[in-house]
């Protein structure tokens, strides 16, 4: 299928200007949603904006600050320019090509110096809006319904100086009445790492009505903007399709009441929107996932997994309320990420009228096996089937009351929004915002506002309003108290992870399969460790015990088969195994072929009638070696799946393997904390080297990720050539810098990139070359990448894609009764078929079981990974935003 959007694509636009907003209850991503616009925009020709406050900020425009500019205007002569000057004095800029115009910068950056304290490349106000220099919610005038403060104070930022030297000097310390901002490259610098939004957002009254709508018009008309990103959540977005869809009459009453001339209702009768998803939620329909929703959820499991453990060591339970009003999304993902007992979402209440009796059931049995803990999750909208609201107290009077339990409750709320954003909350609006700049450059009159999301690893652009309308349907659904509608409106992966949670949790014999069809299903993890196995692995011995299967761990892979190291595992065994790194069935890299004989008869003598393998390309490997030799030893003629679990993520043809993202969440803890070293020493280029064998996955997606500027990998290589250019970008950079604040740098170099020029060399080579400009330094990261905790999407990606491959095996599988009412005949069934041995793997937006030939068809056996990677296009992205494409070209 298609795959994430890359920077190479689509038509070369008239100039634009594009401005993008925040809108809504902040989440963690959005800024680098702003940040890929910002950028994506400038290097595509356009002219960006920024529109503060969100809605509010459109409606208000500029008008209060070209008050204050003009009572000051008298004194401050050079301060009489217009609003954003940036834009008169630049409007050539934009139509250069991008070398051109980086290097005209530089140039008049130098020029600007004398004029006026310029940064170079800054037309405004980066560290401006995150220092949020003193401003509060007063400064902005008469009282908004619950403004957030501006969000701005994000202390970490040292830098307090005004790099905006557009604003006149009064102003100087404050955005003061200042709404929509034009913004150049520098001025989302470092925002990757940041929390919230740093543009601000609110939630705006005005702008629900008609008269709001029209000023906003007006004001997007006078700043000529005639493209729009809005990020935020549905009302937000619902907001921008009514604005779209007024647009016409709105032009038209706005010229008819002379606000506008008949020119520029001529040039600006359309106007583009486009709408990412910003909302910790995860609510929106026609998308798996918002902006934000995995940050929260990062957030949610650490708080969970922290009272998981005091909660164990007092015997107690534990009522853990979540976000989410019509959306159970963070319970139900905390539930399975945490192994919780029970969860309380709104799409799908407890089946019986009575949920205590319910949830009491579950959590007995749970605690008749031996639990010490209990922990229940709640959404704040949670619902009984008579729609009647189900709270952290009642839930907590009930356990106490019942069950006897020493009950607590504990209310994350914002918690869950702050914080830093995880890796994936940094991808994906990356590669959203850069396909939000596609989406508006190629819109017609004639095509919808599309919204963008993703579905599995494909960016998708979908009608905005039917994404809303979807959205408002499933709150109607659930006011009907119609909640299979509801679940149905929920994209597939919400249904089956809900499944997961289920298989995981219950110990109810209904679910059970009859005695003929139970099986013996082994599970071994192969090659080295990775975030998600334990998940895996407890999701598979769940599950063998809700349908009945014996589950037989297999300890230290095949070489512990050998030494006939296995044992059945129990539910309770792997109960906090969904939280734990590493491996606990123990794994290495030996391949069956070591003994395929032994390996034969150990699966015989252990009656084994399906195959889990966890791991790599060793992993697949193995998976081979036993398919092809089941002609010679009829035990491995059974169904055998493989999940792939490793963080180099080279196991060919799937999207992704688990471990990669808790290994990509390791690499950008270590990076920022590198940062801040970097950026403290000022002029310092870091080489941080990872670790992923011959697949650049770790280096591309992390370069990606924390904003670093160069990325090596294997795939790619490293020449003399390339270092030459890349030591001239480098130069280049520093010699902009110059001028104004300088910056440390990360470049993100895979450890199999080149044999000869190593990480020593490399670094020794750019600190010769950047003789007075800038120093450079080494990190390697090492193992350091494997993590510690799984993070929370490797944790649910376990379970689902776990619960898919247990029910693979099943549909395979002939069972040992099955096989006894043969005895005596001429053919004893077998699972035989190439189908029948394969990997589970997200492709796109699909999961498929992909037979051992197929993925051989795909597999580079040499350099052990795909032939082909998705990633790769991403390489070119990370250096596009970070600024090397445009100062020294592409090449
Ligand atoms: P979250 O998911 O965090 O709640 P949201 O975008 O859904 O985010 P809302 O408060 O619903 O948050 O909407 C944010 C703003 O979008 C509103 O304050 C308002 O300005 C605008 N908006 C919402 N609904 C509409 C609407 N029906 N028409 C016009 N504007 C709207």
Same mark, same amino acid.
């Given at each position: 299928?298609?795959?994430?959007?890359?920077?190479?694509?689509?038509?070369?636009?008239?100039?634009?200007?594009?401005?993008?907003?925040?809108?809504?209850?902040?989440?963690?991503?959005?800024?680098?949603?702003?940040?890929?616009?910002?950028?994506?925009?400038?290097?595509?020709?356009?002219?960006?904006?920024?529109?503060?406050?969100?809605?509010?900020?459109?409606?208000?425009?500029?008008?209060?600050?070209?008050?204050?500019?003009?009572?000051?205007?008298?004194?401050?002569?050079?301060?009489?320019?217009?609003?954003?000057?940036?834009?008169?004095?630049?409007?050539?800029?934009?139509?250069?090509?991008?070398?051109? $115009?980086?290097?005209?910068?530089?140039?008049?950056?130098?020029?600007?110096?004398?004029?006026?304290?310029?940064?170079?490349?800054?037309?405004?106000?980066?560290?401006?809006?995150?220092?949020?220099?003193?401003?509060?919610?007063?400064?902005?005038?008469?009282?908004?319904?619950?403004?957030?403060?501006?969000?701005?104070?994000?202390?970490?930022?040292?830098?307090?100086?005004?790099?905006?030297?557009?604003?006149?000097?009064?102003?100087?310390?404050?955005?003061?009445?200042?709404?929509?901002?034009?913004?150049?490259?520098?001025?989302?610098?470092?925002?990757?790492?940041?929390?919230?939004?740093?543009?601000?957002?609110?939630?705006?009254?005005?702008?629900?009505?008609?008269?709001?709508?029209?000023?906003?018009?007006?004001?997007?008309?006078?700043?000529?903007?005639?493209?729009?990103?809005?990020?935020?959540?549905?009302?937000?977005?619902?907001?921008?399709?009514?604005?779209?869809?007024?647009?016409?009459?709105?032009?038209?009453?706005?010229?008819?009441?002379?606000?506008?001339?008949?020119?520029?209702?001529?040039?600006?009768?359309?106007?583009?929107?486009?709408?990412?998803?910003?909302?910790?939620?995860?609510?929106?329909?026609?998308?798996?996932?918002?902006?934000?929703?995995?940050?929260?959820?990062?957030?949610?499991?650490?708080?969970?997994? @922290?009272?998981?453990?005091?909660?164990?060591?007092?015997?107690?339970?534990?009522?853990?309320?979540?976000?989410?009003?019509?959306?159970?999304?963070?319970?139900?993902?905390?539930?399975?990420?945490?192994?919780?007992?029970?969860?309380?979402?709104?799409?799908?209440?407890?089946?019986?009228?009575?949920?205590?009796?319910?949830?009491?059931?579950?959590?007995?049995?749970?605690?008749?096996?031996?639990?010490?803990?209990?922990?229940?999750?709640?959404?704040?909208?949670?619902?009984?089937?008579?729609?009647?609201?189900?709270?952290?107290?009642?839930?907590?009077?009930?356990?106490?009351?019942?069950?006897?339990?020493?009950?607590?409750?504990?209310?994350?709320?914002?918690?869950? $929004?702050?914080?830093?954003?995880?890796?994936?909350?940094?991808?994906?609006?990356?590669?959203?915002?850069?396909?939000?700049?596609?989406?508006?450059?190629?819109?017609?009159?004639?095509?919808?506002?599309?919204?963008?999301?993703?579905?599995?690893?494909?960016?998708?652009?979908?009608?905005?309003?039917?994404?809303?309308?979807?959205?408002?349907?499933?709150?109607?659904?659930?006011?009907?108290?119609?909640?299979?509608?509801?679940?149905?409106?929920?994209?597939?992966?919400?249904?089956?992870?809900?499944?997961?949670?289920?298989?995981?949790?219950?110990?109810?014999?209904?679910?059970?399969?009859?005695?003929?069809?139970?099986?013996?299903?082994?599970?071994?993890?192969?090659?080295?460790?990775?975030?998600?196995?334990?998940?895996?692995?407890?999701?598979?011995?769940?599950?063998?015990?809700?349908?009945?299967?014996?589950?037989?761990?297999?300890?230290?892979?095949?070489?512990?088969?050998?030494?006939?190291?296995?044992?059945?595992?129990?539910?309770?065994?792997?109960?906090?195994?969904?939280?734990?790194?590493?491996?606990?069935?123990?794994?290495?890299?030996?391949?069956?072929?070591?003994?395929?004989?032994?390996?034969?008869?150990?699966?015989?003598?252990?009656?084994?009638?399906?195959?889990?393998?966890?791991?790599?390309?060793?992993?697949?490997?193995?998976?081979?070696?036993?398919?092809?030799?089941?002609?010679?030893?009829?035990?491995?003629?059974?169904?055998?799946?493989?999940?792939?679990?490793?963080?180099?993520?080279?196991?060919?043809?799937?999207?992704?393997?688990?471990?990669?993202?808790?290994?990509?969440?390791?690499?950008?803890?270590?990076?920022?904390?590198?940062?801040?070293?970097?950026?403290?020493?000022?002029?310092?280029?870091?080489?941080?080297?990872?670790?992923?064998?011959?697949?650049?996955?770790?280096?591309?997606?992390?370069?990606?990720?924390?904003?670093?500027?160069?990325?090596?990998?294997?795939?790619?290589?490293? @020449?003399?050539?390339?270092?030459?250019?890349?030591?001239?970008?480098?130069?280049?950079?520093?010699?902009?810098?110059?001028?104004?604040?300088?910056?440390?740098?990360?470049?993100?170099?895979?450890?199999?990139?080149?044999?000869?020029?190593?990480?020593?060399?490399?670094?020794?080579?750019?600190?010769?070359?950047?003789?007075?400009?800038?120093?450079?330094?080494?990190?390697?990261?090492?193992?350091?990448?494997?993590?510690?905790?799984?993070?929370?999407?490797?944790?649910?990606?376990?379970?689902?894609?776990?619960?898919?491959?247990?029910?693979?095996?099943?549909?395979?599988?002939?069972?040992?009764?099955?096989?006894?009412?043969?005895?005596? $005949?001429?053919?004893?069934?077998?699972?035989?078929?190439?189908?029948?041995?394969?990997?589970?793997?997200?492709?796109?937006?699909?999961?498929?079981?992909?037979?051992?030939?197929?993925?051989?068809?795909?597999?580079?056996?040499?350099?052990?990974?795909?032939?082909?990677?998705?990633?790769?296009?991403?390489?070119?992205?990370?250096?596009?935003?970070?600024? $090397?494409?445009?100062?020294?070209?592409?090449?």
């Amino acid at each position: 299928g298609q795959k994430a959007p890359h920077a190479t694509q689509s038509v070369q636009p008239k100039q634009k200007k594009i401005a993008v907003l925040t809108s809504g209850g902040d989440s963690a991503g959005m800024n680098a949603a702003v940040r890929a616009v910002v950028r994506m925009g400038i290097a595509r020709g356009c002219q960006a904006y920024i529109i503060r406050e969100g809605w509010e900020g459109l409606v208000r425009g500029n008008t209060e600050y070209n008050e204050a500019a003009t009572a000051t205007a008298a004194n401050t002569p050079q301060n009489s320019q217009p609003a954003t000057p940036a834009l008169s004095r630049n409007a050539s800029f934009a139509a250069l090509p991008p070398t051109q $115009r980086l290097a005209n910068a530089n140039k008049a950056s130098k020029k600007r110096k004398v004029e006026q304290p310029y940064g170079p490349l800054t037309f405004g106000f980066g560290d401006l809006l995150k220092d949020g220099a003193g401003e509060n919610a007063d400064d902005i005038g008469a009282p908004i319904d619950s403004m957030s403060p501006l969000g701005l104070g994000q202390a970490s930022h040292e830098n307090t100086a005004v790099a905006g030297a557009s604003v006149p000097s009064d102003s100087q310390k404050t955005l003061k009445g200042m709404y929509i901002v034009r913004v150049g490259w520098d001025d989302v610098r470092g925002w990757m790492g940041e929390g919230g939004t740093l543009i601000g957002s609110s939630r705006c009254p005005a702008f629900r009505q008609r008269e709001g709508r029209l000023k906003a018009a007006e004001n997007l008309i006078s700043f000529g903007i005639d493209c729009l990103a809005v990020c935020g959540g549905d009302g937000s977005l619902t907001g921008a399709d009514k604005l779209r869809g007024e647009w016409p009459s709105l032009v038209k009453e706005l010229l008819e009441t002379k606000r506008i001339s008949k020119e520029q209702a001529e040039t600006y009768a359309h106007l583009n929107i486009v709408g990412l998803v910003g909302s910790i939620d995860n609510d929106m329909a026609m998308t798996d996932l918002t902006i934000g929703g995995i940050t929260a959820l990062h957030r949610i499991c650490e708080a969970i997994d @922290s009272i998981s453990s005091t909660a164990s060591s007092h015997s107690r339970a534990f009522v853990v309320e979540v976000m989410g009003r019509h959306c159970g999304w963070l319970s139900l993902l905390a539930g399975i990420a945490t192994g919780a007992d029970y969860i309380f979402i709104p799409e799908q209440p407890p089946k019986s009228e009575k949920w205590e009796e319910e949830m009491c059931e579950v959590l007995r049995a749970h605690r008749r096996v031996g639990k010490r803990k209990s922990i229940v999750i709640v959404a704040e909208g949670a619902l009984d089937r008579n729609l009647k609201p189900i709270k952290g107290d009642d839930i907590k009077d009930v356990l106490v009351k019942q069950l006897g339990l020493d009950t607590r409750v504990t209310t994350l709320g914002h918690t869950q $929004r702050g914080g830093k954003p995880c890796a994936w909350d940094r991808i994906l609006p990356t590669v959203q915002g850069v396909e939000a700049v596609e989406a508006l450059l190629s819109a017609t009159p004639e095509t919808p506002s599309y919204m963008i999301g993703i579905s599995e690893n494909k960016i998708t652009r979908v009608p905005l309003l039917e994404a809303v309308a979807q959205t408002q349907a499933v709150a109607t659904a659930i006011e009907n108290k119609d909640f299979d509608k509801a679940m149905s409106y929920r994209d597939p992966e919400f249904a089956e992870s809900l499944q997961a949670f289920i298989a995981s949790s219950t110990l109810d014999e209904r679910f059970r399969v009859a005695p003929e069809k139970r099986l013996r299903v082994a599970i071994l993890h192969v090659g080295a460790p990775a975030g998600g196995m334990n998940a895996a692995t407890r999701q598979a011995v769940r599950y063998c015990v809700a349908r009945g299967h014996t589950p037989l761990a297999i300890h230290n892979g095949f070489d512990g088969l050998l030494e006939d190291n296995v044992q059945e595992l129990s539910w309770l065994r792997v109960d906090t195994w969904t939280t734990r790194g590493g491996s606990e069935l123990g794994t290495n890299r030996t391949l069956p072929d070591v003994n395929l004989g032994g390996v034969a008869a150990a699966f015989q003598s252990h009656g084994i009638d399906a195959l889990l393998m966890i791991g790599g390309f060793e992993a697949w490997h193995s998976l081979q070696i036993l398919e092809s030799a089941r002609s010679n030893y009829p035990s491995f003629q059974i169904p055998m799946v493989h999940l792939p679990a490793t963080l180099s993520n080279n196991v060919p043809l799937t999207d992704f393997s688990l471990g990669s993202d808790t290994s990509l969440n390791a690499l950008i803890d270590a990076c920022d904390a590198i940062r801040q070293s970097a950026s403290a020493s000022r002029n310092r280029v870091f080489v941080v080297e990872t670790q992923g064998g011959m697949s650049g996955y770790i280096a591309t997606l992390g370069a990606l990720a924390v904003g670093g500027v160069l990325c090596y990998t294997p795939e790619d290589g490293i @020449s003399l050539d390339l270092l030459r250019k890349d030591v001239e970008f480098l130069r280049k950079r520093y010699e902009l810098d110059q001028h104004g604040k300088s910056e440390g740098r990360l470049v993100i170099k895979s450890e199999k990139s080149s044999k000869v020029y190593t990480t020593e060399v490399m670094t020794n080579i750019l600190k010769e070359e950047g003789k007075d400009l800038f120093d450079a330094r080494s990190a390697s990261l090492g193992h350091t990448l494997q993590g510690g905790t799984p993070s929370p999407l490797d944790r649910t990606r376990a379970a689902r894609l776990t619960l898919r491959c247990m029910q693979f095996l099943e549909e395979h599988a002939v069972s040992p009764l099955q096989k006894n009412s043969y005895k005596g $005949r001429n053919k004893v069934p077998t699972s035989n078929s190439p189908q029948s041995a394969a990997s589970i793997t997200i492709q796109g937006s699909q999961i498929i079981f992909a037979p051992v030939a197929d993925v051989l068809k795909a597999a580079d056996m040499k350099n052990r990974r795909g032939k082909v990677t998705w990633w790769k296009d991403m390489k070119a992205l990370a250096e596009l935003l970070g600024g $090397r494409t445009g100062l020294i070209g592409d090449q």
